[in-house]
């Protein structure tokens, strides 16, 4: 991580994560962001709601995050190619602890979009764990693509400690 002396000013985009110990601040993508066992909190929110609320409130809410950092990423690198583009929100996911992402797209078509995590950070093909990465793409790739899309078939491995899905046309 970088230290707070190179921390970006006014939430520009950085090829790092930012740590600023005095200040109690991580940034990602130029985001503050907060370092949680994201797990417990898909867990505790399906606990207490149910997995097919806590999937579509964590959808709803990583949806919608999703969109937001890719539209920032447009906006901050207006001449970035589709695949420089989802490469930076890939670099994002490792950057933050959610395992590394590849994102696999054929012909840049969205009928063709695989996304695969290995160590992924969070762990389940069910309720807000479902929903918390991959619904994150979901819109980052709507944004990118101008095209709504949805999260389908999502499978772990637990042998090869690898989660992965297909985004899809909505």
């Not at 989802?86 to 950057?95: C, G, N, P």
């Not at 999260?151 to 042998?159: M, T």
């Given at each position: 991580?970088?230290?707070?002396?190179?921390?970006?000013k006014?939430?520009?985009?950085?090829?790092?994560?930012?740590?600023?110990?005095?200040?109690?601040?991580?940034?990602?993508?130029?985001?503050?962001?907060?370092?949680?066992?994201?797990?417990?909190?898909?867990?505790?929110?399906?606990?207490?709601?149910?997995?097919?609320?806590?999937?579509?409130?964590?959808?709803?809410?990583?949806?919608r995050?999703?969109?937001?950092?890719?539209?920032?990423?447009?906006?901050?690198?207006?001449?970035?190619?589709?695949?420089?583009?989802?490469?930076?929100?890939?670099?994002?996911?490792?950057?933050?602890?959610?395992?590394?992402?590849?994102?696999?797209?054929?012909?840049n078509?969205?009928?063709s979009?695989?996304?695969?995590?290995?160590?992924?950070?969070?762990?389940?093909?069910?309720?807000?764990?479902?929903?918390?990465?991959?619904?994150?793409?979901?819109?980052?790739?709507?944004?990118?693509?101008?095209?709504?899309?949805?999260?389908?078939?999502?499978?772990?491995?637990?042998?090869?400690?690898?989660?992965?899905?297909?985004?899809?046309?909505?």
């Amino acid at each position: 991580m970088g230290s707070e002396s190179s921390l970006p000013k006014g939430g520009q985009l950085s090829e790092e994560a930012f740590w600023n110990k005095e200040n109690g601040e991580i940034q990602i993508l130029g985001q503050r962001h907060t370092a949680i066992d994201a797990q417990s909190l898909c867990n505790f929110l399906d606990s207490i709601v149910g997995t097919q609320v806590g999937e579509v409130i964590m959808h709803s809410l990583e949806f919608r995050l999703g969109k937001s950092d890719a539209a920032r990423l447009k906006d901050e690198r207006p001449n970035a190619t589709l695949d420089e583009c989802v490469e930076q929100l890939a670099k994002s996911d490792r950057l933050s602890g959610i395992g590394i992402t590849r994102v696999t797209l054929a012909g840049n078509s969205q009928d063709s979009i695989r996304v695969e995590i290995t160590n992924p950070s969070v762990k389940g093909s069910a309720g807000a764990a479902k929903s918390f990465i991959f619904s994150w793409w979901a819109g980052a790739l709507s944004s990118l693509l101008g095209t709504n899309l949805d999260v389908n078939g999502v499978v772990y491995s637990e042998e090869k400690n690898v989660i992965g899905c297909r985004i899809v046309p909505r």
